[in-house]
């Protein structure tokens, strides 16, 4: 705090008693004095004002503090030096009393003085409306729409990047590409591909508080493109994204039915002569999946009829995607939290069942066997990095819109490293189910062959190596190899609707482990379709496509029924 003139004066005392020879003037006084009645003034306005209003506020101090210093020193005079001999005892008595100073005139205490000057803030009114004006701004950064909680935010996060291309893309291009050797690209491509541009969405989306093109333009408008872009890949994604949820929800209905529909091949009285080869050829689940789910054509050119059971799916599940975004993802936690937490209940079921299966060894055996020598194909690597950018849904603005609920101060470093590999872990985890279910599915078909062909050798009246003679035709035995029926793996909807489905119609109770398989696809597909969506909303808000006063019900209503018309 600055010091009143008659402080001033007292310290001149007391330098003069300690002997200090500099002699000081009655100008070096009142300089000094104008010098600290501006720094104490201006230190109060130096965080708030600048420029021109800042010199203009000085100046103002300077005439007020010669004013002040003309009041003070009236009367005043200059104290003398004593010349007395003092012993250092009495001498640091005589520098610490203030008796010897001469009272002021006018009856203004030195304590009186101290508390005005404490009180005396001319610049309060102006400190106190640009403190509002500089909180003002955050809290309408907080506004908006926002999360309930961070759980909440961590499970729709995890249920968007955790889809069905975990459970039936990673396990094929695992064995596929060098079985255990493919984790070392995968892993090299989590760590310097995905998990730096997960970070990155989830920053940006958050601290700017926008959608992807918003913030893409308000960091650079040579940027808007990209927004623009990943609103438009996630359109197209949303589009097929829930013609596969119908095909699940159709799967999901039919599980109901005993027997289950893709459990034998229609009898002949039921079909044409032509489908009923075709089912004995290909077998029930994949004719099933064929001709009466997709009802394919035999080529692009030569379309058949409308598949209004397919059709009604699609409405229904776009109608079950619109009534969960009505009010929009940060509004509806319950379901968050179950197509979210449900998918894992049922692979801890699946993997609880898989180890008391016969051959899941060997089919977990087959899928980590390290293949080094693929690791030196590009298409190894090309394909892991793929698969990160598929799985971490990564460039479709959904992350991006869904950061941008959380608050400004939100950890976002330590939610993307829970999430990334929360994902990670998932994929590996349903890897291992799927092809310990396969394993043992390979072992009944192994352990069918060496049975028939057993069979056919103790009816024979000549065999030899790989033949058999009964009655008087001569027949081939088939090769048993456990090993070529464990290569017979699928991807994509093959592992899903036909390889799967074949497994579980060797279960007993099939109609239980059907629903469970089919409904955890249908929920893992249903979070993802949020997220993806939600790029989209976000998208069309940034583009100001709707009008600010129509209500969010109708905008995602629109965009829900423009999707399911095209799709």
């Known amino acids: 705090m600055a010091c009143n003139f008659s402080q001033l004066k007292r310290r001149q005392s007391s330098n003069s008693l300690l002997g200090k020879k500099k002699s ?6 009142k300089d000094q004095f104008y010098r600290q009645r501006v720094r104490s003034r201006s230190r109060s306005i130096g965080k708030f004002e600048g420029g021109r209003e800042r010199v203009q506020k000085l100046k103002q101090i300077r005439q007020n503090t010669e004013a002040n210093y003309e009041t003070i020193h009236a009367g005043i005079e200059p104290r003398k030096p004593l010349k007395v001999a003092f012993s250092p005892i009495e001498k640091a008595e005589s520098v610490g009393s203030s008796t010897g100073l001469p009272p002021i005139k006018g009856g203004i205490t030195e304590e009186e003085e101290e508390e005005k000057e404490t009180a ?23 506004q908006g729409e926002t999360w309930d909680s961070k759980l909440t935010f961590i499970l729709a996060t995890i249920g968007y990047a955790v889809g069905l291309g975990n459970v039936w893309r990673f396990p094929y291009l695992a064995q596929k590409n060098g079985g255990g050797a493919f984790l070392i690209p995968y892993c090299i491509a989590l760590l310097f591909l995905g998990l730096p541009l997960f970070v990155l969405e989830l920053a940006i989306g958050q601290r700017l508080r926008k959608g992807s093109i918003g913030v893409w333009k308000q960091i650079s408008p040579y940027l808007g493109g990209l927004g623009l872009a990943s609103g438009a890949v996630a359109f197209n994604v949303a589009l097929y994204y829930n013609t596969i949820i119908a095909w699940c929800l159709k799967y999901l209905v039919q599980s109901f039915f005993v027997p289950l529909p893709w459990s034998a091949c229609p009898g002949q009285n039921e079909t044409s002569v032509e489908n ?10 994949a004719y099933f999946w064929y001709r009466e789910t997709l009802d394919i054509s035999t080529d692009v050119e030569s379309p058949e009829n409308i598949n209004w059971t397919i059709g009604i799916c699609l409405v229904s ?12 993802i940060t509004e509806s936690p319950k379901v968050v939290y179950i197509t979210a937490i449900f998918p894992y209940v049922v692979l801890v079921i699946f993997f609880f069942r898989a180890i008391t299966l016969k051959g899941m060894g060997d089919g977990i055996i087959h899928l980590f ?19 990160i950018f598929f799985s971490l849904g990564l460039s479709f603005g959904s992350l991006i819109a869904y950061s941008s609920y959380n608050p400004v101060t939100n950890n976002c470093l330590r939610d993307a490293f829970i999430v990334a590999f929360t994902n990670c872990a998932t994929s590996v985890f349903a890897a291992i189910i799927i092809f310990g279910i396969m394993g043992f599915k390979a072992h009944k078909t192994y352990d069918a062959c060496v049975f028939s062909n057993q069979q056919l050798m103790n009816q024979s009246s000549l065999s030899g190596e790989g033949w058999v003679v009964v009655g008087e035709e001569n027949i081939t035995l088939p090769v048993c190899d456990l090993q070529e029926q464990l290569e017979k793996s699928a991807s994509g909807t093959g592992l899903a609707f036909i390889l799967f489905t074949d497994a579980v119609n060797q279960f007993p109770l099939s109609n239980i482990w059907s629903l469970l398989f089919f409904c955890m696809l249908f929920t893992l597909g249903l979070d993802s379709q949020f997220g993806t969506l939600q790029g989209v ?8 496509l709707f009008p600010e006063n129509m209500r969010k019900e109708v905008q995602t209503g629109l ?7 095209l799709s």
Do not use: H, N
Not at 120 to 142: H, Y
Not at 372 to 384: I, N, R
């Open 276 to 285: 009923y080869r075709e089912c004995q050829l290909a077998g029930p689940t």
């Open 369 to 387: 066997t390290p293949k080094f020598s693929l690791l030196l194909d590009p298409m190894t690597w090309l394909e892991a990095g793929t698969q």
């Open 317 to 328: 599940s776009w109608l079950l995607v619109y009534l969960a975004m009505v009010k929009g």
């Open 24 to 29: 000081v003037t009655e100008e070096d006084i």
């Open 537 to 544: 909303i976000q998208a069309a808000t940034d583009l100001k």
């Open 120 to 142: 005396d803030d001319v610049f309060e009114a102006e400190k106190e409306g640009l403190t509002k004006e500089i909180k003002q701004p955050d809290k309408d950064e907080e």
């Open 559 to 565: 965009i829900c029924g423009t999707c399911c018309l």
